[in-house]
């Protein structure tokens, strides 16, 4: 079987893209090898040249309310919300990343600490919706995420 990446437009076969439990057909929209370069973008910012983040923060700005999720390999790891999805993505690819940023509370150390350990994070929205509070919920029962609870 093939898919066409979204971003590529090349037509791959499923064994080249993540698997993702919230697609139609159980695989991420964007091949490994584009996910890698997006991921690349995140990691690692030039310095003294233009930003990427600023730069990717422009599409986030889209978004609003909502539920998002951090998964590994198309394992579900964590499901949250927040009424600035941009923001709150942002938060958790910086937190992720960065080992040395001290955490108000045990539970969020504990949390990257453990993500941290799981290879290919990928973090997406689930869905964007005013009622965002419940929508996680029902996020959390149907996917049963590792590390929320």
Not at 25 to 32: E, I, Q, T
Not at 47 to 57: C, E, P
Not at 87 to 112: A, D, G
Not at 128 to 145: A, F, G, Q, V
């Amino acid at each position: 079987m093939t898919k066409t990446c979204k971003v590529c437009s090349e037509n791959k076969p499923t064994t080249e893209y993540y698997k993702h439990s919230m697609a139609k057909d159980k695989l991420h929209p964007m091949c490994k090898s584009c996910m890698l370069d997006y991921n690349k973008k995140w990691v690692k910012t030039p310095k003294g040249k233009a930003d990427s983040k600023k730069q990717d923060l422009k599409q986030f700005k889209k978004w609003g309310s909502g539920v998002y999720g951090i998964y590994s390999n198309g394992i579900p790891l964590y499901i949250g919300e927040s009424s600035g999805l941009n923001k709150r993505i942002l938060q958790h690819k910086r937190f992720i990343k960065n080992t040395s940023i001290k955490h108000k509370f045990k539970h969020e150390e504990i949390l990257y600490s453990n993500i941290r350990k799981h290879p290919n994070i990928i973090i997406g929205i689930i869905e964007e919706c005013n009622n965002h509070k419940k929508r996680e919920e029902y996020y959390i029962n149907k996917l049963k995420p590792k590390y929320n609870g």
